[in-house]
């Protein structure tokens, strides 16, 4: 073989070579292509908003104390039968009622204001029943007027407190329930198994034909001081749920 083929065969050998190295990376390296596998990245872990504070737990209501006092019938007590006109006050301070409480329920009584039902209790009788009477409106002119204390008592409602002061003792009351009755149910001023305060007043306004009842329980007494303020509201809820009735209101 002379030098001329001898070249040509080197020549194309090295160049066959060459194309198998080619060959050979080009498919290792589509081998090398595969896709990682995917890590999944946890979600940050959310961080837990500020709680807000909270509402303070109502107040309870004191258990019930019957005094011993029968519940089905009006009497009379000692307490009672000494009461002097106009020494025991009621204070509704979301009312802005601050009154003196006069003796009797009589017509000339009640035209000079509220007055204490003759079979009532003493704030101090434990068991008790104060009920207290009053008119609801004036009518001057043929025209219905809200100038008296009981006109706005629709307005109470769960928390709110109602006061007597009575011989040196405060004694608070929160409202419990407001009922519409017919004019001769005294059940309403009976002893309730409970001490506690009751407001009686003509319904609806202007006519007068239905008693519209507000009662409130008693919470609380502490000696009377002239700086209490008499907060208007108590977070106690409300122990009896019945609904305000609505009442006709006649221009």
């Known amino acids: 073989m002379n030098k001329r083929k001898l070249l040509g065969l080197l020549c194309f050998l090295v160049a066959a070579a060459a194309l198998a190295a ?14 990682p596998t995917p890590r999944l990245t946890p979600s940050p872990t959310p961080t837990a908003e500020p709680s807000a504070t909270p509402s303070p737990e109502p107040t309870p209501w004191p258990s019930a104390d019957d005094g011993g006092f029968p519940q089905d019938k009006v009497f009379i007590t000692e307490a009672r039968e000494a009461y002097v006109s106009g020494t025991m006050r009621l204070i509704v301070p979301k009312l802005e009622i601050d009154i003196p409480i006069l003796d009797g329920t009589s ?12 079979y009532a209790q003493m704030p101090q009788e434990v068991g008790g029943n104060v009920s207290i009477a009053g008119h609801r409106n004036w009518i001057r002119n043929g025209q219905i ?23 040196d ?10 009922s519409i009755v017919e004019p001769d149910d005294w059940s309403v001023i009976y002893c309730q198994g409970f001490s506690c305060l009751t407001l009686t007043t003509c319904t ?31 977070n106690i809820g409300t122990a009896d749920p019945s609904p305000i009735p609505t009442e006709e209101v006649t221009p």
């Not at 080619?22 to 290792?28: E, F, K, S, V």
């Not at 009981?150 to 011989?167: A, C, I, K, M």
């Open 145 to 167: 007027t809200d100038d008296v204390p009981f006109y706005y008592l629709h307005l109470l409602g769960p928390g709110d407190t109602l006061y007597l002061v009575y011989e």
């Open 22 to 35: 080619a060959i050979l990376l080009y498919g290792q390296s589509r081998q090398a292509a595969v896709l």
């Open 204 to 234: 609806p306004i202007g006519v007068a034909d239905h008693r519209y009842v507000v009662r409130a329980r008693q919470v609380d007494s502490f000696p009377y001081t002239k700086d209490y303020d008499y907060p208007d509201y108590l």
């Open 107 to 118: 017509e000339s009584t009640l035209l000079q204001g509220e007055g204490l039902y003759d």
């Open 169 to 178: 003792v405060i004694y608070q009351y929160v409202w419990d329930k407001t």
